[in-house]
């Protein structure tokens, strides 16, 4: 049974950092791309980023409204996707989920980490 | 980056009645290979989104076959062909031709 289950969410002032992991199993971790999605209370979906996988070079993919604050990483060895979250903002505020590609969908969703920044 | 446009955003709906919810992109979702990049997910409160259909009309394992989808190029729709009450949540399209994928606004379905 595959699975995604995301840790490290929590509250955390304006200008801090948090550091999520999205734990895999049940698959070949190193044979997938995972991305990031978060969800901000109410709203809708967005994709946060992407960690390729091996036959991809590992490249890692940003959108612009975290470029330069977030960085993903990858441990094939641990099946385990990071999220890296420095200078954080109001409006990073959202549920934060690993979600695994096949094909231009995701097939597969953990059950999301929330984070709150506030002071 | 793809524009998704769902339509309505807001769907009352009868129990046992049908719904359907409209998705446009903003160019053609037909990759090289021939096939059609669109999914639909369902989120149901308080849970993950769900995938039920990818490429255009291939239904998950495990949804009800009261849900279908069709469509092509840049005009897409879902169908439920009678809406049951475990039926309400939010629910997506997103194009997967092109990076970043993106997801369309949402449509809200809830029983009258």
């Known amino acids: 049974e595959v699975r995604l289950v995301e840790s490290g969410g929590g509250l955390v002032q304006p200008g801090g950092s948090l550091r999520l992991s999205c734990a895999a199993s049940?698959?070949?971790?190193?044979?997938?791309?995972l991305d990031w999605v978060r969800q901000a209370p109410g709203k809708g979906l967005e994709w946060v980023g992407r960690?390729?996988?091996?036959?991809?070079?590992?490249?890692?993919e940003y959108a612009a409204s975290v470029k330069g604050r977030f960085t993903i990483s990858r441990d094939d060895s641990e099946s385990s996707l990071y999220l890296q979250m420095n200078s954080l903002k109001t409006e990073d505020t959202a549920v934060y989920y690993c979600?695994?590609?096949?094909?231009?969908?995701?097939?597969?969703w953990g059950q999301g980490t929330l984070v709150t920044v506030s002071s | 980056d793809v524009v998704m446009a769902q339509s309505p955003l807001s769907l009352p709906v009868t129990l046992g009645q049908p719904a359907s919810i409209s998705c446009r992109s903003s160019q053609s979702l037909v990759y090289s290979d021939g096939n059609t990049y669109l999914n639909w997910f369902q989120q149901r409160p308080g849970q993950s989104p769900r995938r039920l259909i990818y490429?255009?009309?291939n239904r998950d394992s495990g949804v009800p076959d009261r849900f279908s989808g069709s469509g092509s190029g840049t005009d897409f729709t879902l169908k439920i062909s009678r809406v049951e009450a475990e039926d309400v949540g939010v629910y997506y399209c997103?194009?997967?031709?092109?990076?970043?994928?993106?997801f369309g606004q949402g449509t809200k379905l809830e029983i009258k």
């Open positions: 049940g698959f070949t971790f190193s044979d997938y791309d």
């Open positions: 979600a695994r590609d096949h094909w231009g969908s995701y097939e597969y």
């Open positions: 997103m194009q997967g031709i092109q990076r970043p994928y993106t």
């Open positions: 960690g390729w996988n091996k036959f991809n070079s590992y490249i890692i």
């Open positions: 490429k255009v009309s």
